[in-house]
């Protein structure tokens, strides 16, 4: 029997949060819309408040646009897509809570076969409650493939190397590691996703991506947001754990891996691992740790992190860090990869700027030619945008060298619509394609660069340092990027 013909059950627990009502409906709207579920999918939302199915629909609807059907047509896919979601209320740990929901399932399902996707939009720490309620009630019935069952579940994926592997064999008690989605939703990212066709399917840029030619790497992802509404949740995990060691780590591994024999997702995930394993474990040597105050910006005064009131107002945990990553193997040793992630700094971005060394210094240097080298700049958001700087003459008479840039903005370039992270990471789940999810070995490696230091900080009570809201960030991180010859973007 076909995928087609079969019953998909996509049921969101926590479906009352944030995360679900402005991500996973909207996408699975999305794909809707453009036809890409199964005739026979039904969603079902579960969670603590108690709703009606109707409720549940307008609370669902606020999010959705019709981004992929304007015009009329768009109000008949709403009305397809919401007869064909419910909803149930209960408590997570409830196994009896579970079996009414299967009931409602099983209805709906009728007498075809079905898939099941489990999105636990839930804190982390209920995870494994929710895991075992399912599990108990009968739901997840350990199917593999046909009938299959899948779970995603969503970064921090516990604090440290050992309460990660700890998670990873609780629920891994449920869910097989192959039913297992780790969602890292920058991998759904489109300019992300671009990152290794950039690599290997150009010839200019992969015979010059080592050690000899290129001279450092940034990665640096900045948000001009404070924590608010989030306070209590951040103050428990800090940055370092928010975004630096899944975000930018994912997009530091794809920067640096080897190329894939075969493109699936076990070479994908193997030589992603193999790079990682070769990161070594950062030092408090090479980090900065920053927080923001309070501060007039742009004409509206900001609460420092202090003020904020979900956090302890004698809380350490940064809002911001940068680090000096490097990487033992023969493509980039000595290679500092500087990469840094800010809330409340004065711009949204996450970019990767590619650095090379000086071409021949010599030749035009009589001529006062600008020497800066080239630079690759990814920007990943806002802008979607690939530019690369070259040197160029000036026209006119004479010989004048300035660099200009080669602007490849996806704005211009493609007509298609950029699909959000979401919408193809839900995808991904329901074809079963593991390539943009997390395996447990290299959720594994990527703790075991931070896990010591992060240890560090806390124990030794290391405060970070203040910088205004809407500023650059920390000076210190400045000073730690010119230790390696590098300035920041
Ligand atoms: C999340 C972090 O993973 O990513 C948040 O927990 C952050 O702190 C968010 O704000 C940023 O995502 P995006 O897609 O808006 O850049």
């Keep these: 029997m076909s995928e087609e013909s079969k019953a998909l059950s996509i049921v969101v627990i926590g479906a009352s949060g944030d995360l679900a009502r402005k991500k996973i ?50 109000q008949e896919h709403m009305d397809g897509f919401l007869d064909r979601c419910f909803y149930m209320s ?14 409602v399932m099983q209805r709906e399902e009728g007498a075809l076969p079905a898939n099941r996707v489990f999105y636990l939009a839930i804190p982390p720490s209920i995870f494994l409650d929710v895991a075992q309620a399912l599990g108990g009630a009968g739901l997840v019935q350990c199917g593999i493939s046909d009938p299959w069952s899948r779970v995603v579940i969503e970064k921090p994926f516990g604090r440290d190397r050992s309460s990660s592997d700890l998670l990873v064999q609780q629920m891994g008690d449920v869910f097989r590691e192959a039913q297992t989605f780790r969602i890292d939703h920058y991998l759904g990212k489109e300019v992300i996703q671009n990152l290794m066709v ?61 190329p894939c024999t075969k493109m699936d997702a076990g070479h994908i995930c193997n ?21 923001y105050t309070a501060a007039d910006w742009k004409g509206t005064y900001y609460n420092g992190y202090l003020e904020d009131e979900m956090v302890p107002n004698d809380s350490i945990t940064p809002t911001f860090a940068a680090a000096a990553l490097t990487i033992d193997n023969d493509r980039w040793r ?3 990869f500087l990469i840094r992630a800010g809330k409340g700094l004065e711009c949204r971005t996450t970019e990767i700027r590619i650095q090379f060394r000086h071409a021949n210094k010599s030749m035009y240097a009589a001529l006062g030619a600008d020497h800066s080298p080239n ?3 990814i920007r990943v958001q806002p802008d979607e945008s690939i530019m690369l700087t070259v040197a160029n003459k000036v026209p006119g008479m004479g010989m004048k060298i300035e660099r200009t840039q080669l602007d490849l903005r996806y704005q211009e370039a493609f007509e298609e619509i950029i ?52 500023s650059h960030g920390p000076k210190a991180a400045d000073a730690l990027a010119q230790k390696y010859g590098v300035t920041w973007a």
């Design 419 to 470: 699909p959000d992270a979401y919408e193809s990471l839900m995808l991904d789940v329901i074809r079963g394609d593991k390539s943009l999810f997390i395996r447990k070995d290299e959720l594994g490696a990527a703790w075991d660069i931070f896990t010591p230091v992060l240890k560090q900080l806390e124990t030794e009570g290391i405060a970070p340092e203040p910088y205004a809201f809407g």
């Design 334 to 336: 000595g290679v500092p």
């Design 198 to 258: 950039l690599r290997f399917a150009n010839l200019v840029f992969e015979p010059l991506w080592n050690r000899k030619y290129i001279k450092s790497v940034q990665i640096s992802w900045k948000e001009d947001l404070s924590v608010e509404g989030r306070g209590g949740y951040f103050d428990g995990y800090g940055i370092i754990r928010d975004v630096m060691q899944n975000h930018l780590l994912q997009i530091m591994s794809i920067v640096a891996m080897e």
């Design 90 to 103: 209960g408590q997570y740990d409830s196994r009896d809570a579970f079996l009414d929901l299967y009931q």
């Design 25 to 74: 409906f909207p996408a699975l709207f999305a794909l809707y819309s453009q036809g890409m579920l199964p005739a026979h999918v039904r969603i079902f939302g579960f969670s603590r408040s108690k709703m009606t199915d109707e409720t549940f629909r307008k609370c669902i609807t606020e999010h959705l646009t019709c981004r992929y059907v304007p015009g009329e047509s768009c």
């Design 375 to 377: 630079e690759l700049v």
């Design 271 to 291: 030589e992603k691992v193999k790079v990682v394993r070769q990161i070594p474990a950062l030092t408090l040597d090479d980090l900065v740790v920053g927080q």
